[in-house]
């Protein structure tokens, strides 16, 4: 990932509340009261993100250039997503947004709908 995708992943994790990064397993992980919603694998151009159940699939089916099913990771839920030249920051940012919903205690995941 190059530098300017790393800031704009780590600007979008941190416009969630209470995210907090760390270096675990080798990759950057971006969490929420100690739990991963977000890692960046280092060397890769990618991001995994959790998605609501059966997402996975449909995500990998509908673009497997772009979304594939990471290791350890993918049996849990997890999608890739391909980081390139074409990448469209606001479905970057959606998924970001939807895998802390899913992993953030339900009032602070609630705070985002509600803007505070």
Known sequence: MTRAEERRV?????????????????????????????????????????????????????????????????PKGWVGLRLDRRTDWDEVRDLIEGSFCLIAPKRLAARLSTGT
């Open 10 to 74: 780590r600007d979008l994790a941190f416009a969630l509340p209470e995210t907090s990064e760390r270096e675990t397993w080798g990759q950057t992980t971006y969490r929420v009261r100690e739990r991963v919603f977000a890692v960046a694998p280092p060397g890769h151009e990618s991001i995994i993100v959790k998605v609501p159940v059966g997402m996975r699939d449909v995500f990998c089916e509908s673009a497997p250039g772009r979304f594939f099913v990471p290791p350890y990771f993918g």
